[in-house]
Structures are given as C-alpha cells and as structure tokens.
C-alpha cells in the first residue's frame, strides 16, 4: 500500500465455549483443517465477515466501509486498511455427533439417514492477528477505535459471527 506511514498490530487469543463447526464451504460435513499443520483453521475472510457484520451492528457501517473495504464498490475503495490473518487453533481435538436426516415434508427422520458430523471441542484457543496500515496519526486513531470495539466485543463475550468465545487473558 502507498503511503503508509504507521502499522499497528493486535493480537487476540479466542477461546470457543462451545463445539465449533468450521466448514470449507462445499461439504456440510468436513471441518476446516490446514494439511500442513493438521490444526484447525478460521480463514481471516471469515474472520473479517464476522467482525464486519459485529461493528454494522453496533452502527459503525461508515468507518467499517472506509476500513475494512467496501464490497460493492471500485477496487480503490475495495481495499481494507486493517489486514486479517488466518487463525489457527492451538491444537486438533475433535468430537463428534450423530445426526438423523428429517425429512422436511413430513417431518420425520429418513430411513437408514443417520451420519456423523465433526466439531471442534470447546477451549481449543485460536489466535486473532489484525495488522492495522495507516496514512496519518488521525486515520491510525480511527482504527484503533474500530479495533477498541472489537477487542470489547470478545471480551464480554459477544456472539460475533456464530461464534461464542471469550478472550483469553
């Protein structure tokens, strides 16, 4: 990026209370896990999606599309300012749950339907990195404003994204 006068990091250590189902988007019952590391992955789109979506609803659409990129916009605007990173899950312990296919008409489990579906057990930590790249003091103050409210949204244990989790201190 031009002109970038200041970066600032920061880092969040998550900790999911509750199974965590991580998708790769095509198969409902795959979990997200990266090949080289065999630890579970939260893509920083997802991340970013979820975080988006948290500060819209605190009433921050303004500085969210000025910092975190607009999506219906020219590829300038397009641009975030604050960089998320891949997280990975400190380690891979998994758990698993049977399912029944319902049969949506009728409301009924089908015949011969049941399966499995793997989560993520609860307290698996996950470490957050956003990197923030600003042009001047008054943009960098900004964003760390965004972030504030960010860092307080894990903090008190807002659901963001369909994640529940607190931060780990």
């Known amino acids: 990026m031009k002109g970038i006068e200041f970066v600032k990091e920061y880092k969040i250590n998550l900790v999911n209370l509750t199974p965590l189902k991580i998708g790769n988007g095509k198969d409902e019952l795959d979990l997200l896990i990266d090949k080289n590391t065999q630890k579970p992955i939260i893509l920083g789109s997802s991340i970013a999606g979820a975080v988006k979506n948290y500060l819209v609803d605190l009433n921050l659409k303004d500085d ?3 910092y975190l990129g607009k999506e219906d916009e020219s590829d300038k605007d397009r641009e975030s300012k604050i960089y ?3 997280a990975y899950g400190n ?3 998994l758990s698993t749950r049977t399912g029944i296919k319902r049969s949506y008409k009728y409301g009924t489990s ?3 339907k049941k399966y499995d579906i793997d989560f993520i057990d609860s307290d698996t930590e996950f ?4 990197k923030l ?3 001047d003091k008054n943009e960098l103050e900004a964003e760390d ?3 504030k409210n960010v860092v307080e949204g894990f903090k008190s244990g807002n659901q963001i994204g369909r994640a529940s989790c ?3 201190v």
Not at 127 to 130: A, D, G, K, P, V
């Open 91 to 93: 380690e891979f312990k």
């Open 110 to 112: 089908e015949d011969k």
């Open 127 to 130: 470490e957050l990195n956003f």
């Open 166 to 168: 607190r931060e780990r």
């Open 84 to 86: 998320i990173a891949d």
């Open 133 to 135: 790249f600003s042009k």
């Open 64 to 66: 969210v599309n000025k």
């Open 145 to 147: 404003n965004l972030m």
